[in-house]
């Protein structure tokens, strides 16, 4: 990395070995992004919910997946400052 | 049988009266949280940067689900089937692919004053002519999605009656006037009405039109049996209700490569600059998937309008002997809701269509004043004539909008918007990794955004359309078998190409680092600048857009 020799910080920061968001809740991210991806998982027909086939509620309610994930990723990497 | 505007009184007035309704909002939000000065692009072009979390989640929702999405989606599934539900998983996968590396755009954007993604890479890579081709392929790729906005409206109104093309005019001229004087303020207050009525109609919709067609099992039932009819000019079945074995990794490539793409709009990202703070945003990551469950609902539309086409009679309008998909979901609301409320659910379409036209010419103007204008024209400019060239520009670019469905078929527009998706694309190792890592180099950027470019288009260009004959710009699915895998089997154009564009960064990054190519390691940007907070919400910005965004010298 380098800095701008025009404009310096005006101090350097300590030296990080983690970016500062970093964290391991961070990895539940993954499940709402790889899941709606692996079309094996639901690209079928049964079992039939309130008449929608597998394909469709199914995906509708990854939904609810994606939000579970990033509001648990949200309150537990919220900075306490 | 196309419709006649005097069986659509009762939908016009209504339609109508909330058009004017909301337009005179647009007026108003110039003195909605009245900044000092609004010539400024912090005020104009990004409401202050200060939209808490409820103003940013109708921002962002009224920005990234257009009225276009709303009459496309639908109009795909009734073609097509399950392929058309690719809108689902996108827009599942961006929200959790987006929360942290937004904040960061948001951090070091609010720390340095940057207005565009094109200034974050001018400042990033210390290259104007990189921050002019990230400039470029944005507006490039925005121009034709405003465009887009028009045919969603000019879907309500053929439903209704109206052919011609003077409404259209005239609502972008209103919607112009107002944005060039409220700027983001005015679609920041339209959103508010433009998502409760959207909401509204859709959850009307999937209670009452199911009831009368006879519940979900007969809609799904009769959608399949349409489906399976064969399509004449390809010899195969229209679609089916679930994905088959060629056109599994279609629907995943695309999914993800239209979210990787969709932040990447210079348009999303001036919703994303004008919140308040790092909290926000990641609260509005939680909270806009509540849309795709809609977008979800909105797209089996499509089902209905197959079930109701017996009964009902709802099937595509046809003007001069072409049938426009586009005008299932106006006629499916026409046939089966009553007539005030279709006029409701018109205006909600219509409504929906000036937020995100609105906030796109935002974008686009405010790319062309501050990496075009400004880093090549004037290079001493003002806050004061930034503001101002940026309001000139988003007027040029809602006339060339209207220039484009008045004067080039519309369908050229929605072969554009698709070619847009893929261009976009390519800005992905700039604008989104570049937030993480300064290791690329940028003439190595440069030439894996140029090579991106080019196999997108040249893929593109490959791919007929045989329902509508077309010999190219067909669609974005493109068959392995082209490359001469001995597949059936399809692939997103977008994401072919930014793999090559990413190989091309890599490769270049290395060789360059060998050779005695100048390094070019400026970087305008320190690690901390990543994780900047706003203190207090009442704190002004580090950085006013005035201050150069480069580095200081020749």
């Known amino acids: 990395m380098t800095s701008d020799p025009t404009n310096p910080p005006p101090s350097p920061p300590p030296a990080r070995t983690r970016a500062a968001d970093a964290s391991p809740w961070n990895w539940l991210l993954v499940l709402p992004i790889v899941i709606p991806l692996l079309t094996p998982l639901y690209n079928r027909k049964t079992p039939i919910f309130l008449g929608f086939p597998a394909f469709y509620w199914m995906q509708l309610s990854f939904v609810l997946i994606g939000v579970a994930a990033t509001s648990i990723v949200y309150q537990m990497t919220k900075r306490r400052d | 049988m196309s419709p006649k505007l005097s069986d659509h009184v009762v939908e016009m007035v209504i339609f109508v009266t909330l058009f004017v309704l909301v337009s005179g909002m647009g007026f108003a939000a110039a003195r909605w ?125 053929k439903a209704m009656g109206v052919n011609g093309h003077l409404p259209l005019v005239v609502a972008f001229i209103i919607l112009a006037v107002y944005t060039y004087n409220s700027g983001l ?141 586009n005008t299932i979901v106006p006629v499916l609301f026409d046939k089966l809701f009553p007539d005030w409320f279709a006029g409701v659910a018109f205006a909600a379409i219509g409504i929906g269509a000036l937020v995100p036209a609105a906030i796109m010419s935002i974008a686009a103007a405010n790319l062309f004043s501050r990496n075009i204008y400004k880093e090549y024209i004037n290079r001493d400019a003002t806050p004061r004539q930034q503001a101002t060239a940026s309001k000139i520009a988003s007027l040029v670019v809602k006339i060339g909008a209207v220039a484009f469905i008045l004067f080039i078929d519309p369908q050229f527009a929605i072969d554009l918007q698709l070619i847009g998706g893929v261009l976009i694309l390519q800005t992905l190792p700039a604008v989104a990794l570049g937030l993480y890592t300064r290791w690329f180099h940028p003439w190595a950027l440069i030439s894996g955004l140029v090579a991106g470019l080019a196999v997108g288009i040249g893929m593109l260009y490959q791919i007929p359309n045989p329902n509508n004959g077309k010999l190219h710009f067909g669609g974005s699915a493109y068959k392995l078998s082209e490359f001469g895998f001995d597949s059936e089997k399809q692939i997103y154009v977008g994401f072919v190409a930014v793999i090559v564009n990413l190989l091309v960064v890599i490769i270049v990054t290395a060789v360059l680092r060998q050779t005695s190519a100048p390094a070019m390691t400026d970087d305008a940007t320190s690690q901390d600048d990543y994780f900047v907070d706003r203190a207090t919400d009442d704190a002004p910005p580090p950085a006013a857009a005035a201050e150069p965004i480069g580095l200081a010298g020749p």
């Open chain 2, 33 to 157: 949280r009245r900044p000092e000065s609004m010539h400024h692009l912090d005020e104009w072009g990004l409401g202050g940067r200060k939209f808490g979390t409820w103003i940013t989640w109708f921002l962002l929702g009224g920005d990234l689900y257009t009225a276009y999405t709303f009459v496309a989606v639908p109009a795909l599934v009734f073609s097509t089937g399950a392929m058309g539900f690719f809108a689902v998983p996108y827009t599942i996968l961006i929200y959790p692919m987006a929360f942290l590396v937004l904040v960061r755009m948001w951090s070091v954007s609010y720390k340095h004053g940057y207005v565009t993604p094109a200034d974050f890479v001018r400042g990033r890579f210390g290259s104007p002519t990189l921050a002019l081709l990230v400039a470029l392929t944005g507006i490039v790729a925005t121009m034709p999605y405003i465009a887009l906005q028009l045919v969603g409206i000019q879907a309500v109104l």
């Open chain 2, 185 to 325: 303020r005015a679609p920041a207050l339209i959103a508010f009405v433009k998502d409760t009525l959207i909401y509204l109609v859709i959850i009307v919709a999937v209670i009452v039109i199911p009831y009368k067609l006879g519940g979900w099992d007969v809609i799904f039932g009769s959608a399949e049996k349409a489906l399976s009819a064969t399509n004449p000019k390809t010899g195969a079945p229209k679609g089916s209700l679930l994905l088959n074995a060629n056109n599994q990794l279609q629907y995943v490539t695309l999914a993800l490569g239209s979210a990787l793409a969709l932040f990447l709009y210079p348009h999303s990202l001036t919703s994303v600059l004008a919140a308040k703070n790092r909290n926000t945003i990641k609260r509005n990551m939680s909270a806009l998937p509540a849309y795709s469950f809609l977008l979800g609902l909105i797209a089996l539309l499509g089902y209905m309008a197959l079930a109701a086409s017996k009964d009902f009679g709802v099937a595509p309008i046809v003007t001069d002997g072409k049938a426009d998909g």
